[in-house]
RNA sequence: GGCCCCGUCGUCUAGCCAGGUUAGGACACGGGCCUUUCAAGCCCGUAACACGGGUUCAAAUCCCGUCGGGGUCGCCA
């Protein structure tokens, strides 16, 4: 049976590079048919767990990464949190104090730094002299007379070699003689990561430990506890970084503005930063950060599209494709066709899956999708009434595939607000309708729209057609300066079909209105 | 610095284990067509085996070395 696990910290956020991780483990239990378990790593967390938890259980949630225990859902190995497992952590210590695999240590930080520094200058790795070691209970009295206080450290062996079988990387060695005693647990009784961990993955019946890459160099202290421990040995699989863009650096929520040097990285940030002013969301790089899920759920890209993108960072299908629903992904997964190097992640890429999955998306899906966003800034009533919907599904109709994620439907405010509060942007009057003649010739249009029927996408091309002849122009002539007349913008839709949508009553007052700003 | 990992177009990658490909695909980029702005669509194109030695009839692929990049060396996780 096979059962992963996911550990975030609950640092209020959930990073793309986790999120991979997450995906990945996810992935290879459900191709496996096992259990995919989430738990929290909190030992360090004192305050606002649950709040700061809330985003990545909601982001996992939105991405369909469902969890077969762990938070919300309970299990047979609660509890899930590592904050309230501390008397298993504490067992574990004193288990492994009696074996001899750990030793009470009274040395001072400022001593130990001493030992590093002095290791520094002369040029040899550093290791810890176990001199304030207490290997009895007299050695511990006499410390703790000079006012000393203990922490456990593991006892590393100072021989031999160790060699982790790794499903990515194939064997990897390790000198033991190289290894750290690390500290396990603090003066005040709290336990650290690689102790908790390793406890944790064995009362959890973890097979498999999937995780990033910086982690490998530090599996020998875990195997080192899992083996005093008499645990058997999970399967370990460390899975390449997500890089920063352009690079093979690790992707940092703190380097944005660096990223931000990318042309590609600066257009989807910018467009994304758009969307979140509008709804009017904060749009500093704190809370509203490309590296974080959260980020595209906000957007309005679709799960299924970051999920898609997310499989293909590292990892491949043998053939060349590079769409996959999630129960293909699930089918065709498997540890042994992850890569090695790390995959820099790259928001054009990603835009680009995104882009062919909202093709996909059928128009009432869709009207589903760009619905929160309308009522969100408030062009649209909730509830919706059925006609304002009819309207919605038009306008997406048409506008197929500019519609990119779902906030971009904010852009089509024109077809939601009164005619009198239609803003004209003044590069575009300027360009389009500042020309002399273009008054007379709208209004000249205007008479003939005003007779069309009916009032319909088909009917008023023919009539256009029919009134550049008449007018001896080009169609250009005259629908630049209608199109920012009836919108108030030189970008948009088809121009038959904005016409229908809006209306003939909303066309000839609109029209009216823009004569002002024509010559 | 020690140890560990990694190195195919700008990016994601196929090919490597079982040596023989015009080194393939996708995103991006450039050009052209279309055109009603934008988005798209269609056609064409630029672009990579880090380097150096071996082994072999033949090396991206096997071996050795070099260089480069990254990770780790916490009383963080």
Same mark, same amino acid.
């Not at 007379?145 to 079988?165: D, F, N």
């Not at 009539?463 to 913008?489: C, N, P, S, W, Y």
């Given at each position: 049976?096979?059962?992963t696990?996911?550990?975030?910290?609950?640092?209020?956020?959930?990073?793309?590079?986790?999120?991979?991780? %997450?995906?990945f483990?996810?992935?290879f239990?459900r191709?496996?048919?096992?259990?995919?378990?989430?738990?929290?790593?909190?030992?360090?967390?004192?305050?606002?767990?649950?709040?700061?938890?809330?985003?990545?259980?909601?982001?996992?949630?939105?991405?369909?990464?469902?969890?077969?225990?762990? =938070? #919300?859902?309970?299990?047979?190995?609660? $509890?899930?949190?590592?904050?309230?497992?501390?008397?298993?952590?504490?067992?574990?210590?004193?288990?492994?104090?009696? !074996?001899? +695999?750990?030793?009470?240590?009274?040395?001072? =930080? #400022?001593?130990?730094?001493?030992?590093r520094?002095?290791?520094?200058? *002369?040029?040899r790795?550093? !290791?810890?002299?176990?001199?304030?070691? +207490?290997?009895?209970?007299?050695?511990?009295?006499?410390?703790?007379?000079?006012?000393?206080?203990?922490?456990?450290?593991?006892?590393?062996?100072? *021989?031999?070699?160790?060699?982790?079988?790794?499903?990515?990387?194939?064997?990897?060695e390790?000198?033991?003689?190289?290894?750290?005693?690390?500290?396990?647990?603090?003066?005040?009784?709290?336990c650290?990561?690689?102790? %908790?961990?390793?406890?944790?993955?064995?009362?959890?019946?973890?097979?498999?430990v999937?995780?990033?890459?910086?982690?490998?160099?530090?599996?020998?202290?875990?195997?080192?506890?899992?083996?005093?421990? &008499?645990?058997?040995? =999970?399967?370990?699989?460390?899975?390449?970084?997500?890089? #920063? $863009?352009?690079?093979?650096?690790?992707?940092?929520?703190?380097?944005?503005?660096?990223?931000?040097?990318?042309?590609?990285?600066?257009?989807?940030?910018e467009?994304g930063?758009?969307?979140?002013?509008?709804?009017?969301?904060?749009?500093?790089?704190?809370?509203?950060n $490309?590296?974080?899920?959260?980020?595209?759920?906000?957007?309005?890209?679709?799960?299924?599209?970051?999920?898609?993108?997310?499989?293909?960072?590292?990892?491949?299908?043998?053939?060349?494709?590079e769409?996959?629903?999630?129960? *293909?992904?699930?089918?065709?997964?498997?540890?042994?066709?992850?890569?090695?190097?790390?995959?820099?992640?790259?928001p054009?890429?990603?835009? %680009?899956?995104?882009?062919r999955?909202?093709?996909?998306?059928?128009?009432?899906?869709?009207? #589903?999708?760009?619905?929160?966003?309308?009522?969100?800034?408030?062009?649209?009533?909730?509830?919706? =009434?059925?006609l304002?919907?009819?309207?919605?599904?038009?306008?997406?109709?048409?506008?197929?595939?500019?519609?990119?994620?779902? &906030?971009?439907?904010?852009?089509? @405010?024109?077809?939601?607000? @009164?005619?009198?509060q239609? *803003?004209?942007?003044?590069t575009?009057?300027?360009?389009r309708?500042? /020309?002399?003649?273009?008054?007379?010739?709208?209004?000249?249009?205007?008479?003939?729209?005003?007779?069309?029927?009916?009032?319909?996408?088909?009917?008023l091309?023919?009539?256009?057609?029919?009134?550049?002849?008449?007018?001896? /122009?080009?169609?250009?002539?005259?629908?630049?300066?209608?199109?920012?007349?009836?919108?108030?913008?030189?970008?948009?839709?088809?121009?038959?079909?904005?016409?229908?949508?809006?209306?003939?009553?909303?066309?000839?007052?609109?029209?009216?209105?823009?004569?002002?700003?024509?010559?």
């Open positions: 049976m096979v059962r696990r996911f550990a975030p910290s609950p640092t209020g956020y959930l990073h793309i590079g986790g999120v991979r991780t %997450a995906l483990n996810w992935l239990t191709r496996h048919g096992g259990q995919f378990i989430l738990r929290i790593d909190d030992t360090d967390q004192e305050r606002h767990v649950a709040e700061a938890l809330r985003p990545i259980l909601d982001g996992l949630r939105w991405l369909g990464i469902d969890w077969d225990e762990g =938070p #919300e859902v309970g299990g047979p190995y609660a $509890p899930y949190y590592q904050s309230q497992r501390l008397e298993i952590y504490q067992k574990a210590v004193e288990r492994l104090l009696e !074996v001899g +695999a750990a030793y009470r240590d009274y040395a001072r =930080p #400022e001593e130990i730094q001493a030992e520094e002095a290791a520094v200058r *002369e040029n790795p550093f !290791v810890y002299s176990r001199r304030w070691m +207490a290997e009895t209970a007299e050695d511990a009295r006499r410390f703790e007379a000079q006012g000393r206080q203990a922490v456990v450290r593991l006892k590393m062996p100072r *021989e031999g070699k160790l060699v982790i079988k790794d499903l990515i990387r194939g064997p990897v390790f000198d033991w003689a190289q290894e750290q005693d690390h500290v396990i647990q603090r003066a005040d009784g709290t650290l990561y690689h102790l %908790a961990s390793v406890v944790d993955d064995y009362e959890f019946r973890i097979t498999h999937i995780r990033a890459e910086e982690h490998l160099s530090n599996t020998p202290r875990q195997v080192f506890i899992a083996q005093a421990l &008499g645990y058997p040995l =999970p399967q370990y699989a460390h899975l390449p970084f997500v890089a #920063e $863009p352009g690079s093979r650096v690790k992707l940092s929520k703190r380097k944005l503005n660096q990223y931000l040097k990318h042309k590609e990285f600066a257009e989807r940030v467009h930063r758009r969307i979140a002013a509008r709804l009017g969301l904060p749009t500093d790089l704190e809370s509203f $490309p590296v974080v899920v959260d980020f595209y759920r906000q957007v309005g890209y679709l799960p299924e599209a970051l999920v898609n993108y997310l499989a293909l960072l590292g990892w491949s299908s043998d053939d060349n494709r769409i996959f629903t999630r129960e *293909e992904l699930i089918r065709y997964f498997s540890l042994e066709k992850v890569n090695k190097a790390p995959a820099s992640f790259d054009q890429k990603l835009w %680009a899956f995104q882009d999955y909202m093709r996909a998306v059928p128009i009432d899906k869709k009207v #589903e999708l760009v619905l929160p966003y309308l009522q969100r800034v408030g062009w649209v009533p909730q509830p919706c =009434p059925e304002v919907r009819a309207k919605i599904a038009q306008i997406l109709q048409a506008a197929g595939d500019r519609i990119k994620v779902a &906030g971009d439907i904010l852009d089509y @405010s024109y077809f939601f607000v @009164s005619d009198e239609l *803003e004209y942007d003044p575009a009057v300027e360009k309708l500042r /020309i002399p003649g273009t008054a007379q010739r709208l209004r000249r249009f205007s008479e003939q729209l005003a007779q069309v029927e009916p009032f319909e996408p088909d009917r091309e023919a009539m256009t057609h029919q009134f550049i002849q008449t007018e001896g /122009i080009k169609l250009a002539d005259i629908i630049h300066a209608l199109r920012v007349a009836v919108t108030g913008t030189s970008i948009g839709l088809g121009m038959f079909d904005a016409l229908a949508i809006l209306g003939r009553q909303s066309c000839l007052a609109r029209i009216e209105r823009a004569l002002q700003y024509a010559l």
